[in-house]
């Protein structure tokens, strides 16, 4: 019995080593349009210029060369059924391309891939619960509420100042650039001991946050089958945790985006 059990661990570690790992590429975004919907509060750029839509066009022709099996985007999943039919009349040239990345990066990728549907890998049944956080550090933590004040104004100062200077090549590199992840994902860590022994309301804050990318990349691993090639396409506060996710993910291999960025490509 015990040589049995051992032959059918060593099949099955055989099968999963021989098995072509899916790969994942993770491309972090801004948001093309109402990008003053998120807590940081700044003004959309024109993504619709000749010169954007030209870099954009040859954006995602590099990344259809990625030959994706599927293109996840961040919409709501109750929009699925919604989305495709707009995809359907995309690829039968009764949709115009509105400025939302969805549409500019999204649709153009799998289009040109030959994919005849996108996915949605965002889950909204769980959010970021902050406002008991925001409300415990306003009512008992007032150095936590400054710094946190702080942060914004700073964040969105310096979005406002490269959103002017910076061309969209470089705007999306540094939406993908690790050192700018870690100062997204440690923006959470600063309010996450906020009411710490007292209820833990930034603790709570900061798990929820987590809880909906562990959610989200489940729904990646769902469509990274052996010999999948995935593309995700998110706000950075999201790729940020999924690419950490990502790296530790012994089934999958990643695939970095960045070179994919540069525009002297074209």
């Known amino acids: 019995m ?11 570690w055989a099968t999963a080593v021989m098995a072509e790992p899916a790969e994942v590429m993770l491309f972090g975004v801004f948001h093309f ?4 919907a998120d807590m940081v509060k700044v003004e959309d750029i024109n993504v619709l210029s000749e010169e954007n839509q030209e870099y954009l066009d040859g954006l995602t022709s590099r990344l259809a060369e990625f030959n994706p099996t599927a ?3 961040e919409y ?12 359907q009349a995309y690829l039968a040239g009764e949709f115009e391309l509105q400025a939302n990345e969805i549409y500019q990066l ?3 990728i799998a ?3 030959g994919l005849q549907r996108v996915y949605s890998f965002d889950h909204r049944e769980v959010h970021w619960n902050a406002q008991p956080m925001f409300d415990y550090a306003e009512a008992n933590d007032p150095a936590a509420m400054q710094a946190i004040n702080a942060l914004y104004q700073e964040i969105t100062e310096e979005e406002a100042q490269v959103r002017k200077t910076m061309s969209l090549a470089e705007l999306l590199t540094r939406a993908n650039d690790p050192d700018r992840d870690r100062i997204n994902m440690d923006s959470y860590l600063l309010t996450n001991a906020v009411g710490a ?6 603790a709570n804050a900061t798990s929820s946050w987590w809880e909906r990318n562990f959610r989200m990349y489940a729904l990646i691993q769902k469509h990274a089958t052996p010999g999948a090639r995935v593309i995700a396409i998110g706000g950075q506060g999201h790729t940020s945790i999924l690419k950490v996710l990502l790296g530790i993910d012994r089934r999958l291999q990643a695939v970095d985006v960045v070179p994919y960025l540069a525009p ?3």
């Open 106 to 108: 999204g649709f153009r």
């Open 76 to 87: 709501n999943p109750e929009n699925e059924a919604q989305m495709n039919e707009r995809y």
């Open 33 to 36: 349009k109402d990008a003053g």
């Open 264 to 266: 002297e490509l074209d």
């Open 111 to 113: 289009k040109k891939a």
């Open 197 to 202: 022994s007292d209820g833990w309301p930034g």
């Open 71 to 73: 293109v996840l985007l």
């Open 2 to 12: 015990v040589r049995k059990i051992c032959a059918v661990s060593l099949l099955f």
